[in-house]
Structures are given as C-alpha cells and as structure tokens.
C-alpha cells in the first residue's frame, strides 16, 4: 500500500490529506483536516507555523508520496504571492522529508476526480466522498480539496 499525502496550499489555510491506495484498487482516507494560522500574524509568522505543522504531520505518518495543487492565477496578485510563498514552504517541507511530488492543476485534479475537467466544487466533492466510501462530504472545503489532490496522484501513478 502507497501513502499519499496531498496539499491544497494557502496562507491562512492549507487543506491536508493522507490516503491509502488498497490492494483491491480502490482508496481509503487516513487522516484529513486542515492547517489554519491565525490572521493577525505576520507573513513570515504564518509561514513558519505551516511548515512546522506541516513537519508534524509528515513525521507523524511518514507517506510515501505527495501531490500538491499547482498555483492558479485568477485576478487577486496579492492572494497569488502569498499562495506562492505557502507553496514554496510546502514543497521545501516535502522535498526535506525525502517525498516525490507531484504537481497537479485544479483541472487535472477534476478530470482525475470526476472525469470532467470543468466539473464544479459540489460534483468534485461528491466524488470524493463516494471514491473514499465517506459518509458525508468531508468538510472543510480545503482537506476535501486535499482529498482530490491525493485521489488524482494516486490515479495518475496507478497509471
């Protein structure tokens, strides 16, 4: 079994998720949830706590890999910087721990996800929640983002 870890990065929050491909093809969640920093906090205050959160989490259950969503650049250049700079906190927390990563735009994660590429938030979060034999749709929005990312990495290295 492969133990993924994926990442919906943010400054204020970052969606995580640990998920088990089984031996009958299918996925199971181990842990999701996500890292919050307080907003009040310096940039550089915020960025430490992730990374030392994130840390913690990865000494904790020591995946084999991790998918990360890439950066989409909508209209908000301010947002865009600081979801970069979690980024780059991320991905020098994953590459200390020794992880491959993968990279995924949200477009890749939908098609893996729903095999739509245009499929909406709620179809997305649907998907997870029946792929992952979930009760309900996992919430916070970013740990089911996470969700897909780890579901989509699985998928693309099944493959």
């Given at each position: 079994m492969t133990?993924?870890?994926?990442?919906?990065?943010?400054?204020?929050?970052?969606g995580y998720a640990l998920v088990h491909d089984l031996p009958d093809g299918n996925n199971e969640a181990v842990e999701y949830g996500v890292i919050t920093t307080p907003k009040g906090d310096s940039a550089p205050q915020r960025l430490m706590q992730l990374y030392e959160e994130l840390n913690a989490i990865l000494a904790r259950y020591q995946p084999d890999s991790a998918a990360?969503?890439?950066l989409f650049f909508a209209n908000n250049v301010t947002t865009a910087i600081s979801v970069g700079q979690a980024r780059g906190v991320v991905l020098l927390a994953l590459s200390q721990a020794g992880l491959e990563v993968g990279e995924y735009t949200p477009n890749e994660v939908k098609q893996a996800v729903t095999g739509y590429g245009g499929a909406d938030k709620k179809q997305?979060?649907?998907?997870v929640r029946v792929l992952l034999s979930l009760e309900k749709i996992p919430k916070p929005d970013d740990?089911?983002?996470?969700?897909?990312?780890?579901?989509?990495?699985l998928n693309t290295k099944r493959y």
């Open positions: 133990l993924v870890i994926g990442i919906d990065p943010g400054t204020a929050t970052i990360v969503e890439k997305v979060q649907e998907m740990a089911a983002d996470a969700l897909a990312i780890a579901i989509c990495h």
